[in-house]
């Protein structure tokens, strides 16, 4: 797949791993792993230990986090965060379910829309890319463990709507999926072969 020209170019010399979070626990917040997101997260880090990737970078939130401490530990790595891998928006304490959800259709539908709170599908899709650009530099493949929407917008952003599956848009990324970039082009969505 070829890469969309945007403001911000990936002139990487380094293969990225964008991680999907493992399956989270349910709750609003910053919810953690579920027993089988543990399992999910471990079997990523196999896979990704075999490829001797070189750093490990993560969102700050707790589901991102508790994935790449799986990862890190079984390569010897220490997790490095950055906040421009966090998600589009998050359902927070006091927001009801069907504001958030509304708020997240809104943000597919329209990439310029700003909910209450978090960012537009546009601004996480440069945020995130400009983490990735910052990111070229590191040596070997590199995963990065973040979260569906914000995987799904830099895609909108690289890539096209067109070149993404319904369900990506308008559903989730898989658990523990992984998307590849190869010298900043998209090679791979959101593959789970080594979770089968």
Not at 62 to 82: K, P, V
Not at 131 to 139: H, I, M, V
Request: charged share 25%; with cysteine.
């Amino acid at each position: 797949m070829a890469s969309a020209a945007s403001s911000t170019s990936l002139s990487a010399v380094t293969i990225l791993y964008l991680v999907q979070h493992a399956e989270k626990e349910r709750q609003l917040g910053d919810p953690g792993l579920t027993v089988l997101g543990r399992q999910q997260a471990a079997r990523t880090a196999e896979r990704l230990r075999r490829v001797g990737i070189g750093a490990v970078f993560s969102s700050p939130l707790r589901r991102a986090h508790e994935t790449a401490q799986l990862i890190a530990a079984s390569c010897g790595l220490q997790i490095r965060e950055d906040a421009r891998l966090r998600e589009r928006l998050n359902w927070g304490e006091g927001e009801p379910i069907e504001d958030f959800l509304a708020d997240w259709a809104a943000t597919v539908r329209d990439r310029d829309f700003v909910p209450r709170s978090g960012d537009s599908s546009r601004r996480a899709g440069e945020r995130i890319l400009s983490c990735l650009a910052d990111l070229s530099a590191e040596p070997g493949p590199v995963p990065v463990v973040t979260h569906g929407g914000v995987t799904v917008d830099l895609l909108r952003t690289l890539v096209g709507d067109d070149a993404l599956t319904p369900s990506l848009l308008h559903e989730e990324v898989p658990s523990c999926a992984i998307t590849t970039l190869d010298n900043g082009t998209v090679v791979d969505i959101a593959s789970q072969e080594h979770l089968e």
